[in-house]
RNA sequence: GCCCUGGUGGUGGAAUCGGUAGACACGCAGGACUUAAAAUCCUGUGACCAUUGCGGUCGUGCGGGUUCAAGUCCCGCCCGGGGUACCA
């Protein structure tokens, strides 16, 4: 029979469900294999060319460690919380769950077309009330846990109230704001009198005594500056456009990552993660998994570990002191100035009688100016001197105060001891502003530019002189510590991750308030579901939308109408699918330690800095707590590329309906317009479909090429749908079948790579499937496969290509077994080979990719079973080396001839072959050879 | 700027440990079959020179180096892609 790949794929497609082929259980000896596709939004667009490429490699995959006598966990299911349900709820009234839903159906019917092995009983929609009840369980239990940071683990919150009850705070370092108890004493009690008993001046000390003098709201307040996730007034990113707050890596160049809306900073009362406890965890832990090293890089400089030193400048005419943080504390005899961040507490305090007009100035307009601004704003270093001094605490000289906006408010101090010599920064603001110098290198006349090198010796830096690199370093901290004027310090650039949005179409809180006081819904009530609201929109008064639905809990007391934001649901759906329908834990411990970590997870670089930190963030708090068995989620992380669309373009001449092809369209003034890849074949427009494609297209006319062509212009960019530029599977499916769109998306080239989506090579696949198919019956229908015994060229193409598309397939090089199994079946074909012992191995070779092809194979090669349950076939070494070995005979590196000789000779006598050679002494022209190397089975080398 | 990647024919790519560069496929050219087209099959296809045949020279972004041998290792550049930034 011919390759009738239609009937086939829905023949075996029924098969699969009707016989849950691919359901997995935990009730075997086998060993474990996890492999995790990132599972996807529902958009209402559907699924483009693109997106399965990461899942028909993991197909793949999984299916290769079926074969191999793996028990393969390979789930899929659907992050379906998210923005533009809710959009789209917003302009129509259609509840999002059921926009969700539509779109569900629709992935899951594309996806099943493509023939992947997934076991959908094992789905897991993140939206749906069974699932989210558990992720509004872990919200809880990081709730009720703080961060050890002298064990650097998790606990439970009540051994940090233990800790209180017996010693106060003396003797435990919990992951906490440094400013924790600042904000306490602006704490107001219900007679407007300060909440709490300690002094303004408090450090934030407190003893048992003062612990058990204290009331259960004074407790709550405090105990909320150690809980791993907490309530606080926070400078928050907010998207004015989208009604919400976003969190750090939801921000692109200073705008929203969806819909590009600029964002403000403002500060509000928001659910926070405290992540940054992690972040030493977080940065070692990379070196324990196998991921993508950019990956790792992308989060090392996210988390931003910098070791260096705060020091403490005494301020000259007031009391108090400035803490500034530095990498380089070795310069500190450099210092000739202070910049503070226009937002430091200090500036109004410090600021003296006649620059208070300029200084006011310049902080009203640092206000105005977003983060954006500042960056985009001129290299030029702008400033206001506020009129103070602060002493230096080694050389006990005034150093004047600046502020300027080249120094953060929300990294470091907000504070930083300048030297102009060391730094380039600090050397442009001084030039601009006309501060001195002073010099601190050696043979460094700071005239043109900053020194920034560590391993010059210092000059006029007092015991410091002549040291550099760590020892000055040293030096200057021990120093500076003898003082008490600064320590060693280590500053880490990743912030806590705001975890309230202003939405609806989110997981809602387990949180109720009573007398102002957040209080965790129980856990025997969970899940809080999602109340009916009349219009997604904030109320009136600006609260979010679920404040509309008046929800309250047990009738009385306020909810929190915030709700969680996308991250929430997929930090942790790795761990559901190993036990989706478990009603008491998020999943069972027996399932927990039989699945482990995730062996292979595939998915987009793209989520370096949002959800691949947050999952090992959630995953290591729940190992500390003893809930799940390891600590890292994802052991091996491969990253697909980005698959491109190639966009068509037609010219238009200007202000008229006529349209001029491509390569004629320098003579006129044309203007560029988008035309639908569907009615472009090899950037050929057909013209009849284009006119009929838009209405305002209907009385177009075209220019021809010679040809009598209308030729388009193209280019490589994303896939959209603005862009018309979007292949789907489905068509593609439809016109050569899932099993060749599988073998293709691999034949491409490596996954890792971006690359332009192409059909112009997708005849060669196919045409090989069918290739494939001849080899066992004529396109007449005929059974071509034989009882006899293989020869053994054949039996030798068969070894061979076993042992390729198995050493392949291990280095995760899915596009180079396409190119093997081509030619392998060339040879076949060549060879006439029609024998059931070959083509047997073939068939399971071929099924992880074309699993449709190879089951109807399968079975008409006499199996009741399905072809997954078969076994991988094994090279036989006899079968891989051939008897003869063609050397490749080089002068001096040049090849110059082959000569065929016994594959297991000697090099000795593969030398004395060489040398009687006649082509030898050609090209030896009569010189003597220096030195003849013989590399068995590779290569003979004469250097002459 | 810094960090991470990558750069191979007309195209996608292969070359896994330093050992015949360009596998496999597309495209293109020529041919067979056909009224014709599609499909299928065959031949050729890195560039240049030579061509009756044998062959020769160059060639993996550029310039150096190590080596009997370099796409692969080392040094210095150039260009593309991604990340990140007044981070003190």
Redesign the pocket.
Known sequence: MSYTFQEIEKKWQAFWKEHNTYRVTETTDKKKYYILDMFPYPSGAGLHVGHPLGYIASDIFARYKKHQGFNVLHPMGYDSFGLPAEQYAIQTGQHPAITTENNIARYREQLDKIGFCYDWEREVRTSSPEYYQWTQWIFTTIYRAWFNLETQKTEHIDTLIQHFENNGNFNVQAACDEKWHQSLLELKDNEGQPLYFFGTDWNGDFTATDWQSMNEEQRYHLLMCFRLTYLADSMVNWCPALGTVLAN?EI?DGVSERGGHPVVQKKMRQWSMRISAFSERLLLGLDQIDWP??IK??QR??I?K?E?ATAFFDLSQHPGQIEV????PDTIFGVSYLTL?PEHPLVSYITTADQKDAVEQYVQQAALKN?RD??V?S????GVFTGAFAIHPLTGKEVPIYIG????AG????A??AVPAG?Q?DWDFAKHHNIPIVLIFENHDASESACTSKEVPLVNSDFLNGLCGKAAFNSAVESLEKIEHGNKKV?Y?LRDAVFSRQRYWGEPFPVYFKDGKAQMIGDQELPVTLPDVDKYLPTEDGEPPLARSQWKYQNDFVMEYNTMPGWAGSSWYFLRYMDPKNTQAIASKEAMNYWGQVDLYMGG??H??GHLLYSRFWTMTLHDLEYVPFGEPFQKMINQGMILGRSSFVYRIKDTNTFVSADLRKEYTTQRLYADISIVDNDQLDTEAFKKWLPEYHNAEFILNEKGQYLCGFEVEKMSKSKYNVQTPDELIEKFGADTLRCYEM????VE???PW?T??I???H??L??LNRLFQTDEGQWMVTQDAPNKKSLQTLHRTIK?VT??LN?H?W??V??TL??AV?EWTEQKCHQKEVLESLVVLLSPYAPHLAEELWNKLGHQDSVTLAHWPEAIAAYLEDDVF?Y?V?F?????F?IDLDANMDAASVEKEVMAHEKTAHYLEGKAPK?V?V?PK??I?I?C
């Open positions: 890596d692109k090293e950019n890089e992308i400089n996210w931003g910098s260096g943080f530095t990498t380089r961040a983060e500042r960056q704003q290299k030029e270093m702008t906006d080249y120094v953060l990294y470091g101090t907000g930083v001891m730094d920064r500053n650039r670089a793209e370096a800095t034949f491409l080239g490596p790579q971006s690359k192409d112009k090579g005849n060669g696949v045409n090989f069918r290739r390729k050493d392949d280095r090089s596009n180079t396409v190119s081509m030619i060339n063609s490749p080089s001096n590196g040049k090849t110059r082959n030195k190397i590399v590779r290569i080398n250097v």
